[in-house]
């Protein structure tokens, strides 16, 4: 059975920093893209970070970009989410997900087998 456990959300003022991770069961981690997500209240999911399975390439949403970094330890089957410069904007619920190889785009929602249960973020003005 496949399983994405995502934690790490939270309540944090606008500026802060929080670490969301990921951790993995029930399937090969070290071959799957990974992802992050978010939906905020109102708003479709819209992609926020993408790595590779090996973790050499990385793909952000403009709106993080320079914000946010992606990371993976395959050996921990986790993959984590360092958020800094925190907007309100931000707020959204986040979720993890994954893929195998595809060609796909990584931003491509469409393209993820795999999703967790999502965490709440929230960022205070």
């Known amino acids: 059975q496949v399983q994405l456990v995502e934690s790490g959300g939270g309540l944090v003022q606008a500026g802060g920093s929080l670490r969301l991770s990921c951790t993995a069961s029930g399937l090969t981690f070290s071959t799957l893209a990974m992802g992050w997500f978010r939906q905020a209240p109102g708003k479709e999911r819209e992609f926020v970070a993408a790595?590779?399975?090996?973790?050499?390439?990385?793909h952000y949403a403009d709106s993080v970009k320079g914000r946010f970094t992606i990371s993976r330890d395959n050996a921990k089957r986790a993959v984590n989410l360092e958020m800094s410069s925190l907007k309100p904007e931000d707020t959204a619920v986040y979720y993890c997900?994954?893929?195998?190889?595809?060609?796909?785009?990584?931003?491509?929602?469409?393209?993820?087998?795999?999703w967790g249960q999502g965490t709440q973020v929230t960022v205070s003005s």
């Open positions: 790595i590779s399975w090996g973790g050499g390439t990385t």
């Open positions: 997900a994954a893929r195998p190889f595809t060609l796909q785009p990584m931003g491509d929602m469409r393209s993820y087998d795999y």
